[in-house]
């Protein structure tokens, strides 16, 4: 009786740990995720992985990790940069960049020596991109030349053709060199170092003609005054002290013009010498040549 109840007693013992077994094995195998994770282990989210120090942000960087002590200084105000270039004696570096992100990028065109030259050499001005290149439609009939920096569409005045341009320029915008792709910080410098002397060159060559200009007027002689006003004229130089002295003179010469005019009559000798002065601003004003014309046709 003792040798048969042991024997059953070992085999319900064999029975209840064997089914234990096989309830515990069913229930791992329906943990969802339970193999993948085996597999495929998830990554820790508690804490922030740890990365070597070329992986590492720097905190003490901009955006895209540029360096702040690397991004120029920028305007987009044309006024302004050349009121601040003029008073400061200081260049321009004008800049005509498309829409592209590359281009656009804060760290496109950066760097410790860019950004110290645009703090102390030059004002850096961004010109929104702009692809109209039709004449402006009320351009002046004359030739008097007005600034490029200034005007309402600077890369049409600048005939800019390919982007990224860069133009070193005077303080009133004058150009001394051109860049089609981006520039070093020493080739900047070689062409900031040459404006005094480009500004000085020209100075000289237009105070030449202007001497010859106001010799000429002294007699009253339109058409050799004005022939070398238009030398002047024709060099396309804005804001330098001989050109505006330049246009002053040509601004006298038209009053002239028109208060000699308006004692004639467009008949015999009165309507002579209105042709004389008509054929004299032609070359050099259209627009005025043009009112003396529509004086002498109501003869």
């Known amino acids: ?39 495929h282990p998830i990554p820790r989210t508690d804490k922030e992985p740890v990365r070597t120090e070329k992986q590492r942000p720097n905190r003490a960087r901009g955006g895209d990790g540029v360096d702040p002590d690397s991004i120029p200084t920028w305007t987009n105000d044309t006024r302004e940069a050349g009121e601040a270039a003029i008073t400061g004696s200081k260049a321009l570096l004008i ?12 760290n496109y065109f950066t760097g410790k020596d860019i950004a110290d030259i645009s703090k102390a050499e030059a004002i850096f001005v961004r010109v929104a991109y702009n692809k109209d290149r039709a004449p402006a439609p009320d351009a002046p ?10 005007s309402d569409n600077p890369s049409r005045e600048y005939r800019v053709a390919s982007y990224p341009t860069f133009i070193v320029a005077d303080s009133y915008g004058n150009e001394v060199m051109r860049f089609t ?13 040459k404006i005094a002397a480009q500004v000085d060159s020209a ?32 060099e396309g130089v804005t804001g330098l002290p001989p050109q505006k002295a330049s246009i002053d003179l040509y601004n006298e010469l038209v009053e002239a013009a028109r ?21 004299a601003f032609k ?17």
Do not use: C, H
């Open 181 to 193: 792709s981006v520039p070093t910080a020493s080739a900047l410098k070689s062409a900031t170092a």
């Open 1 to 39: 009786m003792f040798q048969t109840l042991s024997f059953r007693a070992f085999a319900i013992l064999l029975l209840a740990i064997f089914v234990g077994s096989s309830q515990n094995l069913r229930a791992q195998e329906e943990v969802p995720g339970r193999d993948r994770d085996r597999e």
């Open 259 to 279: 208060a000699e005019i308006a004692d004639l009559t467009p008949e015999g000798e009165g309507a002579k010498r209105m042709t004389e002065l008509k054929n």
């Open 203 to 234: 100075s000289k060559k237009l105070q030449k003609n202007l001497e010859a200009a106001k010799k000429t007027w002294e007699t009253k002689d339109y058409g050799k005054t004005l022939k070398s006003l238009a030398l002047n004229f024709k």
């Open 95 to 106: 800049v005509f960049l498309d829409e592209s992100d590359t281009q656009q990028a804060e």
């Open 283 to 299: 070359s050099l004003d259209k627009g005025f040549a043009a009112e003396i014309d529509a004086i002498l046709k109501k003869k």
């Open 141 to 150: 009939q004359n030739i008097i030349p007005v600034s490029k920096f200034q």
